[in-house]
């Protein structure tokens, strides 16, 4: 079955640092870009960060540049996101996405894990 | 950044009904855009990409159309399954962007 599964998400203080994992499954995972979306509470999506295949290419808007690293272990099927001086705006439900064949679409996504940003 | 907005906020059909979306961009996108299908407590799902390609297993009564800034989806007869939320998305230029979307609701 071809499925990605996060973890990683919590409760942080404004200033914390937290780091999500994803694993991906039933597909070749080093031959697609991999991606970040986010979602704050009953609002909608955000693209935060993408990293190409091979790791070489990364993105980042600019609302978390500086503060959050994308990196993957295709050895290990798994994508990283290193989150640090966390704000409150960073609340929100973190998707892990697979890109599509055309890069910057998403034709996977997981479930999400929940990010809260509060003293 | 390019700005995608989608109209109407929302829409009030009933099933059998042609629901007719819209999504606007601030730039060209060319045809890079897509469409996403969102239900309550679920992660979003790739309807349309590059403006009129469905996705595998996405049936036929999903359409898309449009090019440059004007894009529309049109689900030609709504089954109960479709109501939800749908928003838009372009890659022409990173960061890449979604619109605010389209809620779907059962009238």
């Known amino acids: 079955e071809v499925q990605l599964v996060e973890s990683g998400g919590g409760l942080v203080q404004p200033g914390g640092s937290l780091r999500l994992s994803c694993a991906g499954s039933?597909?070749?995972?080093?031959?697609?870009?991999m991606n970040w979306v986010r979602q704050a509470p009953g609002k909608g999506l955000e693209w935060v960060s993408s990293?190409?295949?091979?790791?070489?290419?990364?993105y980042y808007a600019d609302s978390v540049k500086g503060r959050f690293t994308i990196s993957r272990d295709n050895s290990k099927n798994t994508l990283f996101l290193q989150m640090n001086s966390l704000r409150a705006e960073d609340t929100a439900v973190y998707y892990c996405?697979?890109?599509?064949?055309?890069?910057?679409?998403?034709?996977?996504w997981g479930q999400g894990t929940l990010v809260t940003v509060s003293s | 950044d390019i700005v995608l907005t989608q109209s109407p906020a929302t829409l009030s059909l009933s099933p059998g009904e042609r629901a007719t979306l819209s999504c606007r961009a601030s730039?060209?996108?060319?045809?890079?855009l897509a469409w996403y299908q969102q239900k309550p407590g679920q992660a979003p799902r790739l309807l349309i990409y590059?403006?009129?390609n469905r996705a595998t297993g996405i049936p036929a009564r999903f359409s898309g159309s449009g090019s440059g800034t004007d894009f529309t989806l049109t689900i030609s007869s709504l089954e109960p399954e479709d109501f939800a939320l749908y928003y838009c998305?372009?890659?022409?230029?990173?960061?890449?962007?979604f619109g605010q979307g389209t809620m779907v609701e059962s009238k």
């Open positions: 996405t697979k890109g599509a064949a055309v890069a910057g679409t998403v034709d996977l």
């Open positions: 039933g597909f070749t995972f080093s031959s697609y870009a």
């Open positions: 990293v190409s295949g091979s790791g070489s290419s990364i």
């Open positions: 730039q060209s996108v060319s045809s890079y």
């Open positions: 590059d403006a009129s």
């Open positions: 998305q372009q890659r022409r230029n990173w960061p890449w962007t």
